[in-house]
């Protein structure tokens, strides 16, 4: 009778240990191009994609002094289009909330060192062409741009699993105005690696907002 009970919850065990180490991966691409912008992001779980997102509109209204964004969400459960509008109070808040993550930084930085050294990274294409058009400018901004490109791409390899290409372009128009970014990234991680930091980031967050005090007025001190 007992090995009724004991075998299920065994198999049950298994199937969510498989669940929690099975690779997620994560297909992020941004192009820019003059005053077009299209940020994607793809999620793929045992090679199905599961998850879609698209921010393809950037509205900015310079007289309400805000900026709305228009993103278009497929899932295997649903799919939706959704506006998100930002302006000055919404800036205020994620000010607020910075300096709240601010106070516990060591903490929150540790953790997300912690994440990134469990994400492999398969790909990085990084492509971009312009122009101001004057030759001179051109070069010399030619070589800066390399310059960042390979002390971030530097950077990223010290921090992640690094197990794929790497492809870095700058193209000058010597005689040309414009600008033209095209970022396609690829990364790989567990659904335990992810879900264990998220829950030390909760648990980090929810100490900060014991450390933050009510005082008069309403207003929100930090304290010691």
Known sequence: MLIWIVLPLIILLVILLIVLFIPIKIHIRYAHHQQDDLLTLYVYVIGLKVYTLEVPVIHVNASTQTVTVEEEEDSIFNDKKKKKKWGIESLKKYIKMAKRLAAHFPKLK???????????????TWKTEFGTGDAAKTAQLAGLIWTIKSMCLGWVQTKVNWKGEKR?????HFQMKGYRMFLSCIVTFTLWHAMTTLLLLVISYKKIEKRFEPASGGERYFTQ
């Open 110 to 124: 540790q953790l997300a060192y912690r994440f990134l050294g469990k994400v492999t990274c398969k790909h990085v």
């Open 168 to 172: 870095l372009e700058v193209t000058p």
